[in-house]
């Protein structure tokens, strides 16, 4: 079954009065295991498309299914249930929340779904050894360097074990050698079967993908 | 030399305290009961207007009045309808008061040639404290006090309750104190970025200070004149509910220029001294670590 | 919970400022509930201190209000007493009268009771009055100072004094039998206490037999309003009250100082919401983009709502605890300025803490800290998740 499917997508926002055509048609499906870098300049809609994608924001027009439900169709309640259990998503400036330790973030939204404390605590220091951070587990986010933070939340975005992954610009605030750890990472978790949606303006990161969609002005320029 | 008051002012409880039950003092039914000829001869009462009222008795109606509910009464001629100055001790107690010739009272009372106290009016250029000395070191059981005595005494009712007020006052203003702080310095710190960008951009701390005490000057002035205006609305609802509720025409609450010079020139420095102490702290820190990078 | 603690501790100087603030209105929350109704619990607690639970006063006046009297005090006791529901009353008188001390006088409050029946005092030193002593006197501490007296002395009493003849139409020689306090006299009263039939001389209201007023003891069990009830219709030259319908009185009085409770307290409130709601407000604001991370990693509405609301609740408890703590001491020192009231019996106090009132207060405390996180909460709930973040990365 097709993950994730997208017809004809709009999307128009006001921006000091003026309407800004952010997405002006853009169409593309996403099967199980795909690898899928969206490159493009700035402003050429691509944290737009990805935020249609994963159902944080609503199109003007067009649509979105995921695992054959449209999103857009979908009460609020319900679309947050399916962000919580079946996407992960990772932003460029991780977002953890800095009171909490590296562990408590990645418990976040088990919890919210319902695991139960010593499963969730459990599935928590397992996917901080899996990112790379069992020695930082008890650390507050604070406390950790910007790459150990954005593993952090990758960590987070596998909590609920989700289908796909939605990445927007992951390595946009690191440096290269901490960028390339990232790659390393988003490859071990494609390998073990999670897709990957990724935003990114990083070559290296685009080149990984075994999918390359370039965007320009609102709309799919290439796609490889 | 002493000489009694030509008419006492004195008080009596004709029953009916608290709203309880009816006065013993009631209109005489005009049917005849008391002899023809003798209104003239009734002794005079002038009544206060809040007894009047709840008697229904105007001036020309003759009244009862007794000392014991039931006991023997003597009728009296409604010859005036008073009202009592405004003293704020006795505002709650809502008792009525009525006046007599002190002759006619004595009679009333059955105490022949005895009064509870004297008003003693001194030559010019004799002083109270030396006269009431004087009559003190000849008294046997009465005492002379001068008249600012007896006020300062009977003040004393005020004193507590001002001093209350002020204490109230001084929790309130320390109240205010942390709130303002706590706000200025939530409203500069919501500006921390826009600061550390003009550090950045080479702006220096004196300007950027100035700028936010600017803002925080505004703020308390505008705040102190809604304040202002508020307390003045507050005075006069303040004055309307209580002169209502204790049917008196006291003022509970009186704005002068002197409360709102001091309230004014009050929450004007808490205001500007908080937002001084928030930019200061503003300033201080390094850009960076205003910018969240640090 | 644990998340919204340390959110607080993320701003240190901002949440101590919020907590200061937090804690002032609180203690004058406080102190304005136990204002509102301490003084009343104060006086019902002296009414009933000695278990008599009605008072029988001249008609329209209450006790010790004026100097009106009853007539015929042994044949209103009578007919009191010969209701099946009375215990035991007790009647007194309440005069002004005079001690010798050396070649001068001392001004004096007397009161003339009935030792087997009485509400007025508590013996602290010495012998009680038998009920027949007409040679013995109690002295209050501040008497015994004034007339420089003690337990075992003899003193002279006078009453209705003549200042044309210099004399007394009185005196009596009393033996001091003991020490008491009078538990309506105000701070420093010189008071004597003799039986009433000595006071009703020295009052000069024997041959009427008057009294001030008279406390009645109800059975217990009895119907208290329909002994009241029976009492008026006995004696209706008399004003009857029940401690409650004194209480209620006495609560008219006071009408200001309940009304300026209430407004202060009010006020209190609403300085403490929006010293809440505008922190947590600006807090959101500032967490925004987190608030949609959350939200965008699948955190629902109802979460994030009741996150912002318990760190609201975390703030208002907090410093309502700290409140609590310095509302004690400033009712302290504000019951220290009332009770300066000249004329009020020193037993009262103006700020009585009772189960029900710190109750009341914690109460609307606690609802005061969800009111104050309200506001936060919805703009929380409803910040736009994807606008925020394209905000968030600019």
Not at chain 3, 26 to 48: P, Q
């Given at each position: 079954?097709?993950?994730?499917?997208?017809?004809?997508?709009?999307?128009?926002?006001?921006?000091?009065?003026?309407?800004?055509?952010?997405?002006?048609?853009?169409?593309?499906?996403?099967?199980?295991?795909?690898?899928?870098?969206?490159?493009?300049?700035?402003?050429?809609?691509?944290?737009?498309?990805?935020?249609?994608?994963?159902?944080?924001?609503?199109?003007?027009?067009?649509?979105?299914?995921?695992?054959?439900?449209?999103?857009?169709?979908?009460?609020?309640?319900?679309?947050?249930?399916?962000?919580?259990?079946?996407?992960?998503?990772?932003?460029?400036?991780?977002?953890?929340?800095?009171?909490?330790?590296?562990?408590?973030?990645?418990?976040?939204?088990?919890?919210?779904?319902?695991?139960?404390?010593?499963?969730?605590?459990?599935?928590?220091?397992?996917?901080?050894?899996?990112?790379?951070?069992?020695?930082?587990?008890?650390?507050?986010?604070?406390?950790?360097?910007?790459?150990?933070?954005?593993?952090?939340?990758?960590?987070?975005?596998?909590?609920?074990?989700?289908?796909?992954?939605?990445?927007?610009?992951?390595?946009?605030?690191?440096?290269?050698?901490?960028?390339?750890?990232?790659?390393?990472?988003?490859?071990?978790?494609?390998?073990?079967?999670?897709?990957?949606?990724?935003?990114?303006?990083?070559?290296?990161?685009?080149?990984?993908?075994?999918?390359?969609?370039?965007?320009?002005?609102?709309?799919?320029?290439?796609?490889? | 030399?002493?000489?009694?008051?030509?008419?006492?002012?004195?008080?009596?409880?004709?029953?009916?305290?608290?709203?309880?039950?009816?006065?013993?003092?009631?209109?005489?039914?005009?049917?005849?009961?008391?002899?023809?000829?003798?209104?003239?001869?009734?002794?005079?009462?002038?009544?206060?207007?809040?007894?009047?009222?709840?008697?229904?008795?105007?001036?020309?109606?003759?009244?009862?009045?007794?000392?014991?509910?039931?006991?023997?009464?003597?009728?009296?001629?409604?010859?005036?309808?008073?009202?009592?100055?405004?003293?704020?001790?006795?505002?709650?107690?809502?008792?009525?008061?009525?006046?007599?010739?002190?002759?006619?009272?004595?009679?009333?009372?059955?105490?022949?040639?005895?009064?509870?106290?004297?008003?003693?009016?001194?030559?010019?250029?004799?002083?109270?404290?030396?006269?009431?000395?004087?009559?003190?070191?000849?008294?046997?059981?009465?005492?002379?006090?001068?008249?600012?005595?007896?006020?300062?005494?009977?003040?004393?009712?005020?004193?507590?309750?001002?001093?209350?007020?002020?204490?109230?006052?001084?929790?309130?203003?320390?109240?205010?104190?942390?709130?303002?702080?706590?706000?200025?310095?939530?409203?500069?710190?919501?500006?921390?970025?826009?600061?550390?960008?003009?550090?950045?951009?080479?702006?220096?701390?004196?300007?950027?200070?100035?700028?936010?005490?600017?803002?925080?000057?505004?703020?308390?002035?505008?705040?102190?004149?809604?304040?202002?205006?508020?307390?003045?609305?507050?005075?006069?609802?303040?004055?309307?509910?209580?002169?209502?509720?204790?049917?008196?025409?006291?003022?509970?609450?009186?704005?002068?220029?002197?409360?709102?010079?001091?309230?004014?020139?009050?929450?004007?420095?808490?205001?500007?001294?908080?937002?001084?102490?928030?930019?200061?702290?503003?300033?201080?820190?390094?850009?960076?670590?205003?910018?969240?990078?640090? | 919970?644990?998340?919204?603690?340390?959110?607080?501790?993320?701003?240190?100087?901002?949440?101590?400022?919020?907590?200061?603030?937090?804690?002032?209105?609180?203690a004058m929350l406080l102190d304005m509930v136990l204002l509102s109704r301490g003084i009343e619990r104060s006086f019902e607690r002296l009414l009933l201190g000695r278990g008599y639970q009605i008072r029988v006063s001249p008609k329209g006046t209450l006790p010790f209000d004026t100097e009106a009297t009853l007539a015929g005090a042994t044949a209103l006791r009578r007919t009191l007493e010969s209701d099946?529901?009375?215990?035991?009353?007790?009647?007194?008188?309440?005069?002004?009268?005079?001690?010798?001390?050396?070649?001068?006088?001392?001004?004096?409050?007397?009161?003339?009771?009935?030792?087997?029946?009485?509400?007025?005092?508590?013996?602290?030193?010495?012998?009680?009055?038998?009920?027949?002593?007409?040679?013995?006197?109690?002295?209050?501490?501040?008497?015994?100072?004034?007339?420089?007296?003690?337990?075992?002395?003899?003193?002279?009493?006078?009453?209705?004094?003549?200042?044309?003849?210099?004399?007394?139409?009185?005196?009596?020689?009393?033996?001091?039998?003991?020490?008491?306090?009078?538990?309506?006299?105000?701070?420093?009263?010189?008071?004597?206490?003799?039986?009433?039939?000595?006071?009703?001389?020295?009052?000069?209201?024997?041959?009427?037999?008057?009294?001030?007023?008279?406390?009645?003891?109800?059975?217990?069990?009895?119907?208290?309003?329909?002994?009241?009830?029976?009492?008026?219709?006995?004696?209706?030259?008399?004003?009857?009250?029940?401690?409650?319908?004194?209480?209620?009185?006495?609560?008219?009085?006071?009408?200001?100082?309940?009304?300026?409770?209430?407004?202060?307290?009010?006020?209190?409130?609403?300085?403490?919401?929006?010293?809440?709601?505008?922190?947590?407000?600006?807090?959101?604001?500032?967490?925004?983009?987190?608030?949609?991370?959350?939200?965008?990693?699948?955190?629902?509405?109802?979460?994030?709502?009741?996150?912002?609301?318990?760190?609201?609740?975390?703030?208002?408890?907090?410093?309502?605890?700290?409140?609590?703590?310095?509302?004690?001491?400033?009712?302290?020192?504000?019951?220290?300025?009332?009770?300066?009231?000249?004329?009020?019996?020193?037993?009262?106090?103006?700020?009585?803490?009772?189960?029900?009132?710190?109750?009341?207060?914690?109460?609307?405390?606690?609802?005061?800290?969800?009111?104050?996180?309200?506001?936060?909460?919805?703009?929380?709930?409803?910040?736009?998740?994807?606008?925020?973040?394209?905000?968030?990365?600019?």
């Amino acid at each position: 079954m097709t993950l994730l499917r997208a017809r004809d997508l709009r999307k128009d926002y006001r921006l000091d009065g003026e309407v800004v055509h952010a997405l002006r048609g853009v169409s593309l499906e996403i099967e199980p295991g795909d690898y899928v870098a969206i490159a493009g300049p700035s402003g050429s809609g691509k944290s737009t498309l990805l935020h249609l994608l994963g159902g944080i924001d609503a199109p003007t027009a067009g649509s979105v299914e995921l695992l054959g439900r449209p999103l857009e169709r979908l009460p609020d309640r319900e679309l947050t249930r399916l962000r919580l259990t079946k996407i992960g998503f990772v932003f460029q400036r991780f977002h953890l929340l800095p009171v909490l330790t590296a562990a408590e973030n990645v418990e976040l939204p088990m919890a919210e779904a319902g695991v139960p404390a010593r499963e969730r605590r459990q599935r928590a220091r397992d996917l901080l050894a899996y990112v790379g951070l069992a020695h930082r587990i008890n650390h507050r986010a604070t406390q950790l360097s910007g790459g150990e933070m954005q593993r952090v939340a990758i960590a987070r975005a596998l909590a609920n074990r989700p289908a796909l992954i939605l990445a927007d610009e992951p390595t946009g605030e690191l440096d290269a050698a901490t960028g390339r750890e990232i790659l390393d990472l988003f490859r071990r978790l494609n390998a073990d079967g999670t897709a990957l949606v990724v935003v990114t303006h990083d070559e290296h990161l685009a080149a990984e993908a075994r999918r390359k969609i370039h965007m320009l002005d609102g709309r799919i320029s290439t796609a490889g | 030399m002493m000489k009694p008051a030509g008419i006492a002012a004195l008080l009596l409880v004709l029953g009916g305290a608290q709203g309880g039950s009816p006065p013993e003092a009631g209109p005489v039914p005009p049917d005849g009961s008391l002899p023809p000829g003798t209104r003239a001869s009734l002794p005079p009462i002038a009544l206060e207007r809040r007894l009047a009222r709840r008697l229904q008795a105007t001036v020309g109606d003759t009244v009862a009045l007794s000392l014991e509910p039931g006991g023997p009464a003597r009728a009296a001629l409604v010859v005036a309808v008073y009202e009592p100055p405004s003293d704020p001790a006795r505002v709650a107690r809502r008792e009525y008061g009525l006046r007599l010739h002190l002759p006619d009272l004595a009679a009333l009372l059955g105490a022949e040639d005895r009064v509870d106290r004297f008003a003693v009016a001194l030559r010019e250029g004799v002083a109270p404290e030396s006269a009431a000395a004087r009559f003190n070191r000849i008294a046997f059981g009465f005492r002379a006090v001068p008249s600012v005595a007896i006020a300062n005494q009977a003040s004393q009712t005020f004193v507590v309750v001002s001093r209350f007020h002020d204490a109230i006052a001084v929790i309130s203003v320390v109240a205010s104190a942390v709130f303002l702080l706590c706000i200025m310095l939530l409203k500069v710190e919501e500006r921390r970025h826009d600061a550390a960008l003009m550090r950045l951009i080479g702006v220096r701390r004196r300007t950027i200070f100035g700028a936010l005490l600017l803002e925080a000057v505004l703020v308390a002035a505008v705040g102190s004149g809604l304040g202002l205006g508020l307390a003045l609305l507050a005075s006069v609802a303040t004055n309307a509910y209580y002169q209502r509720f204790f049917d008196t025409s006291l003022v509970f609450s009186l704005v002068t220029p002197g409360v709102v010079a001091f309230s004014v020139a009050l929450s004007l420095g808490l205001g500007v001294a908080a937002g001084a102490l928030a930019a200061w702290r503003l300033v201080r820190t390094r850009p960076v670590v205003l910018w969240g990078r640090g | 919970m644990p998340a919204a603690l340390r959110n607080l501790r993320r701003h240190p100087m901002r949440s101590g400022l919020a907590l200061a603030g937090v804690a002032v209105t609180t203690a004058m929350l406080l102190d304005m509930v136990l204002l509102s109704r301490g003084i009343e619990r104060s006086f019902e607690r002296l009414l009933l201190g000695r278990g008599y639970q009605i008072r029988v006063s001249p008609k329209g006046t209450l006790p010790f209000d004026t100097e009106a009297t009853l007539a015929g005090a042994t044949a209103l006791r009578r007919t009191l007493e010969s209701d099946p529901a009375v215990e035991a009353v007790g009647p007194f008188l309440g005069t002004s009268l005079h001690a010798r001390r050396g070649d001068s006088l001392v001004t004096l409050f007397g009161y003339g009771i009935d030792p087997a029946a009485q509400a007025l005092y508590q013996l602290e030193e010495g012998a009680d009055l038998a009920p027949g002593d007409t040679a013995g006197v109690l002295l209050s501490r501040p008497a015994a100072q004034a007339i420089g007296a003690g337990i075992g002395d003899t003193v002279s009493l006078l009453g209705r004094l003549d200042p044309q003849t210099a004399s007394a139409a009185v005196e009596r020689r009393l033996v001091v039998r003991g020490l008491a306090r009078w538990l309506y006299d105000y701070r420093g009263q010189p008071s004597v206490g003799t039986v009433l039939a000595v006071m009703q001389d020295l009052a000069w209201q024997r041959a009427e037999d008057r009294v001030s007023a008279m406390v009645v003891r109800v059975r217990e069990g009895a119907d208290l309003e329909a002994v009241v009830e029976r009492l008026r219709a006995a004696a209706p030259r008399a004003e009857v009250n029940s401690v409650g319908e004194l209480v209620a009185h006495f609560r008219q009085r006071l009408a200001y100082f309940r009304q300026l409770s209430s407004i202060l307290g009010t006020i209190s409130l609403g300085v403490t919401v929006l010293l809440v709601a505008t922190l947590m407000t600006i807090t959101v604001n500032e967490r925004l983009g987190e608030i949609a991370t959350l939200r965008a990693i699948g955190i629902g509405r109802g979460t994030i709502v009741r996150g912002v609301l318990a760190e609201s609740l975390v703030l208002t408890v907090a410093g309502g605890g700290l409140g609590v703590g310095l509302g004690s001491v400033t009712a302290r020192y504000l019951d220290q300025i009332l009770t300066a009231f000249p004329g009020l019996p020193a037993a009262i106090s103006f700020f009585v803490p009772e189960p029900r009132s710190l109750a009341l207060a914690a109460g609307t405390l606690l609802a005061t800290g969800v009111l104050a996180g309200v506001y936060p909460a919805v703009l929380a709930a409803r910040a736009p998740i994807a606008a925020t973040l394209r905000a968030e990365a600019t």
